[in-house]
């Protein structure tokens, strides 16, 4: 357990009040003692406590330490503790009951409680509805322990009542099986299908977070083709896909099973992992709505693309993404048929139209859609990941793919009697391109006598 969790008890208790660890914290530790310590992500959780002390008890008992109004009308303070040099938060919140749902996403009312069991009853599924106190002994009224032990995702009480409350938890647990691979029980699973629409209640941004999560998780996969249909009430363009066969010989898949392949295939990195898994996941959303067909019955999608960087964009506006992410996803899908070559000079140039590492992704990209076409070859897979080394060859020598790398600016141009304005951009985009293209070196004298020619041209 967590220090700072073990002392954020330890604190309420000397206090005179009841505190227990509950939630996400609880679940990966139980998960974690069952798989001997191994799984789990110890220390990067954040750590919730529930306790039967009001708000102003709560800051009383911390008092000299830094508290956080997170949410004080909801009961919730967020205390911050030193640990290994930082400061680290703990959310305790006040023991409390939720009364009416009439939008399906706030509760009418809140109230506090003194009782434990009253505020595990609202809480979203088994798994997280276990306290456990500062000895590890645990309140578990709803067989929790048990779920996680089978892996199981069960709603506490009664689905349709839980899911109609609040539709956020229907994307919770898609996000809980697609990061801890657990099963949905049936009646819950079927609520969840049966009050799908109360999604649409929910607001982007939460339901997006959620997703992103569910798409980062390792069983993601797996989740989207058997949830299609509960996903489907915020992404339409998923069903669409689902079913639609390419009638083409490159494809063994339909459009939503091949993109499924390829989010499961994608190569990427802690940083990047969310968006090249969901870029992947649509990277083909554009092919429903391009499809022709030849009259021997060959399959095309002219232009899936571009058209497909269209639907991402509006996908991304309805999800009120911030731009950046936007600008990333629409350019991946639009740039995801880049055909490449083993051409240093081609590489270069598109290094420095995507930058390196937007080029890199995209060959990610590539290939990941090229092996989940079910029938990639062998020479196929070699060729990619030859580019993907000549790209990081190129990255190692420095070899020069930037304006900013190139051995004279904008002012060496302008000292050279160039007018402050759009020739000189002009003047180093054509000596990158020379310098890029080998035929002239990236030198200081070189490329300042290019410059004296280029400027009486
Ligand atoms: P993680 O922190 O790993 O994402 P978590 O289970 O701790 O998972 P939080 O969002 O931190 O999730 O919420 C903490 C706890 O609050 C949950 O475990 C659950 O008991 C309760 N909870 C959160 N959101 C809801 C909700 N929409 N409906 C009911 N209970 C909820
Ligand atoms: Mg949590």
């Known amino acids: ?154 709603a506490v009480g009664d689905p349709d009542v839980r899911f109609s409350e609040d539709g956020l938890r229907i994307m919770r647990a898609m996000r809980f099986a697609a990061v801890l691979g657990f099963d949905i029980e049936e009646n819950t699973e079927q609520a969840m299908l049966r009050n799908r629409r109360m999604l649409e209640r929910i607001s982007a941004e939460r339901v997006f977070a959620e997703f992103k999560k569910l798409v980062a998780g390792r069983y993601a996969g797996d989740v989207v083709r058997r949830y299609t249909e509960v996903l489907g009430a915020v992404f339409p363009e998923l069903l669409a896909m689902k079913g639609f066969e390419q009638h083409n010989e490159y494809h063994r898949y339909d459009v939503l099973e091949h993109c499924v392949r390829a989010m499961e295939a994608v190569r990427t990195t802690p940083e990047n992992n969310t968006y090249m898994r969901m870029a992947a996941l649509f990277h083909d959303v554009g092919k429903p709505l391009t499809y022709s067909q030849e009259d021997c019955g060959r399959g095309h999608f002219y232009g899936h693309a571009s058209r497909g960087a269209e639907v991402m964009e509006k996908i991304m506006e309805r999800m009120k993404a911030d731009r950046w992410l ?112 080998g035929r002239v070196d990236n030198e200081r004298k070189t490329l300042l006598a290019q410059i004296e020619k280029k400027r009486s041209l």
């Not at 102003?56 to 290994?84: C, N, Q, W, Y």
């Not at 109230?111 to 309140?139: P, Q, W």
């Not at 990610?364 to 000549?390: H, P, Q």
Request: aromatic share 4%; net charge negative.
């Open 1 to 154: 357990m967590a220090e700072r969790g073990k002392n954020a008890l330890r604190i309420l208790h000397d206090a005179g009040h009841e505190a227990y660890l509950v939630g996400g914290c609880v679940r990966d530790m139980l998960l974690r003692d069952m798989a001997g310590g191994s799984a789990g992500r110890e220390g990067t959780e954040d750590i919730d406590v529930t306790t039967s002390a009001a708000p102003e008890e709560v800051k009383l008992a911390f008092s000299g330490m830094r508290i956080i109004d997170t949410g004080i009308r909801h009961g919730t303070v967020t205390v911050m503790f030193p640990e290994d040099d930082r400061l680290l938060p703990v959310e305790i919140t006040t023991y409390r009951t939720e009364q009416g749902y009439a939008d399906g996403r706030h509760p009418d009312s809140v109230a506090f409680t003194r009782s434990l069991e009253e505020d595990l009853k609202r809480r979203d599924f088994t798994m997280n509805a276990i306290a456990m106190d500062e000895n590890g002994e645990i309140v578990d009224p709803f067989g929790g322990r048990e779920d996680v032990c089978d892996g199981v995702i069960r």
């Open 326 to 437: 936007t600008d990333r996803m629409v350019s991946l899908v639009r740039h995801h048929d880049l055909i490449f070559e083993k051409d240093e000079r081609l590489l270069k140039r598109w290094m420095r139209r995507f930058t390196p590492e937007g080029l890199s992704e995209i060959l990610e990209i590539k290939l990941a859609d090229n092996i989940a076409t079910g029938n990639m070859s062998e020479e196929l897979g070699d060729k990619f990941r030859e580019i993907r080394e000549m790209i990081e060859d190129i990255l190692r020598q420095e070899d020069c793919f930037s304006l900013k790398d190139l051995a004279v600016d904008g002012k060496d141009v302008m000292a050279a009697g160039v007018s402050r304005g759009p020739e000189v951009g002009r003047i180093l985009d054509e000596l990158l391109d020379d310098v890029i293209d």
